[in-house]
């Protein structure tokens, strides 16, 4: 069974800054790329950051200059750093996992809120 597991979200102060994590396990097929998703409340899921195997990456306009993705493929984890943070970031942050063979896998979640 796939195990996608999230940590490093929490309450933090606009300006502040936090770091998910996300390692994955069972995966029976080489992961092609990795990235986060977000959802506000009342809102659709969004891409946030995606690397792949290779490194490349892209971001989202609003978090560009803001968050850095990076992934550690020995350990099949995947990390986001978000620094500056604002209200508006605000979210339940997802990872997402897709491997070479095209499927896609989802973590439970792990909640951001930036607030003072």
């Known amino acids: 069974q796939v195990q996608l597991v999230e940590s490093g979200g929490g309450l933090v102060q606009p300006g502040g800054s936090l770091r998910l994590s996300c390692a994955a396990s069972r995966i029976s097929f080489s992961i092609y790329a990795m990235a986060w998703y977000r959802q506000a409340p009342g809102k659709l899921r969004e891409l946030v950051a995606r690397?792949?195997?290779?490194?490349?990456?892209n971001y989202a306009d609003f978090v560009k200059g803001r968050f850095t993705i990076s992934r550690d493929n020995a350990k099949n984890t995947v990390y986001l750093q978000m620094n500056s943070l604002k209200p508006e970031d605000t979210a339940v942050y997802y990872c997402?996992?897709?491997?070479?063979?095209?499927?896609?896998?989802w973590g439970q979640g792990t909640q951001v809120t930036v607030s003072s």
């Open positions: 690397v792949t195997l290779g490194g490349g990456t």
């Open positions: 997402n996992v897709q491997t070479m063979n095209m499927i896609t896998y």
